[in-house]
Nanobody, 117 residues
Framework: QVELVEFGGGLVQPGGSLRLSCVFYGSTFSTTVMRWYRQAPGKERESAAVVSAGGGTTYADSVKGRFTISRDHAKNTVYLQMNSLNPEDTAVYYC???????????WGQGTQVTVSS
């Protein structure tokens, strides 16, 4: 069984930074692809950033150069460092884990990020 718990959302001014954390409770962190999705009001959920089990990363064009995804295998945690935030980044951010062996997928509860002055 896997549980994902997210931390770090909140209110930030345009141009500011936030770091989201997602703690993976389970034994299979090393074989999962970790992804941060986000869903803005009235919009579909979209993939913002992905980190593979080996550490390779991919970003949506809208966040490239501003967001950095990383993972710490010692802490079973994935991070999303978000810089130069703008109001269009306002969304609920969800942590997602895909076990590459079983294809099982897990979701966190979501954390709200609001960028506003």
């Amino acid at each position: 069984q896997v549980e994902l718990v997210e931390f770090g959302g909140g209110l930030v001014q345009p141009g500011g930074s936030l770091r989201l954390s997602c703690v993976f409770y389970g034994s299979t962190f090393s074989t999962t692809v970790m992804r941060w999705y986000r869903q803005a009001p009235g919009k579909e959920r979209e993939s913002a950033a992905v980190v593979s089990a080996g550490g390779g990363t991919t970003y949506a064009d809208s966040v490239k150069g501003r967001f950095t995804i990383s993972r710490d295998h010692a802490k079973n945690t994935v991070y999303l460092q978000m810089n130069s935030l703008n109001p269009e980044d306002t969304a609920v951010y969800y942590c997602n884990a895909l076990d590459v062996r079983t294809r099982y997928e897990y979701w966190g509860q979501g954390t709200q990020v609001t960028v506003s002055s």
